[in-house]
């Protein structure tokens, strides 16, 4: 005996208008997480407190490779001696927390950037980097160093090449203090450790190891090394003219002690 099958429900007629929401676009997942994304970053930025106005008499000599981008976050080759990145860095690449922990100093001192980096070498690297500022409700970058050679007479003693490169860096933010001279205090934030420039320091350069952070390249600016750089700007330490040679011997000997403790054909920034 066969059993019937129940009657189909009958289908309410819509008058050809449709489900109510099939005019919507079908679901995207990444622009979803793009928008919420976009949504967390505008929280973020409402939550921060608002910078002060800017204070040209303090200044920030700002590095980006292991102070913003921790080492190995982009690509580098070496062009002319000169340790460049391959490609633009994304926002994604720059550390989170180096970020606001620069935008601290910035909020505490009311300092302004200067691009201290080889980032400052091309237009296009100067401008991926106030991007990223400006992304982080910070001023970008209102000024940046010359570009030196490195020393000859430093090249002929055969020294590591860390210490060159620190020299000339020191050579260059001292050039562009002396063409501001309305600068009262400053600070360079740079995973270079200033005891090498200033352990070869020729006549005209500042000593820079006593105003300068530095970072470990790895880890960026952390909140202590921020904590550091308010504390040189609010109150600049400074070095008689009398305590120099001193300076420049404790330099020296802090040099040696980082060359002997680097292993056999490798130097102080491999």
């Known amino acids: 005996m066969s059993r019937k099958r129940p009657a189909p429900e009958p289908v309410e007629d819509d008058g050809g208008l449709g489900g109510l929401y099939d005019f919507l676009p079908p679901p995207d997942p990444e ?13 973020a930025a409402a939550a921060r407190p608002k910078l002060p106005t800017a204070d040209r008499s303090r200044v920030i000599f700002l590095d980006v490779d292991g102070v913003l981008l921790a080492s190995g976050s982009v690509e580098m080759i070496y062009i002319d001696g000169v340790m460049l990145p391959v490609r633009a860095a994304r926002e994604a690449d720059f550390n989170r927390g180096a970020l606001e922990n620069l935008r601290k100093v910035v909020e505490q001192t009311g300092a302004v950037l200067v691009l201290s980096s080889e980032w400052r070498r091309k237009e296009e690297m100067r401008d991926n980097i106030n991007r990223t500022l400006i992304a982080q409700d910070m001023p970008g970058c209102v000024d940046f160093t010359p570009v030196f050679a490195p020393s000859p007479e430093l090249i002929k003693q055969k020294l590591d ?3 060159i490169w620190a020299e000339r860096r020191g050579r260059e933010i001292s050039s562009w203090l002396k063409q501001h001279k309305e600068v009262k205090a400053w600070v360079a934030i740079d ?6 420039a200033d352990s070869v320091k020729v006549t005209g350069t500042q000593l820079i190891k006593h105003r300068s952070v530095a970072t ?9 090394d921020a904590e550091e750089a308010v504390r040189i700007l ?3 330490p400074v070095i008689a003219p009398g305590e120099e040679a001193e300076a420049i011997a404790a330099a020296k000997y802090l040099t ?4 002997s403790k680097i292993a056999a054909g490798k130097g102080l920034m491999a």
Not at 34 to 42: D, G, H, P, S
Not at 191 to 196: E, G, L, T, V
């Open 191 to 196: 995973d270079i450790d200033f005891s090498w």
């Open 161 to 163: 090449q860390a210490i």
């Open 216 to 224: 470990n390249p790895k880890h960026c600016i952390t909140e202590k």
């Open 31 to 43: 622009k979803d997480k793009a928008t919420e994304a976009k949504a967390r970053k505008a929280e």
């Open 234 to 236: 609010l109150n600049p």
């Open 256 to 259: 040696e002690e980082a060359l």
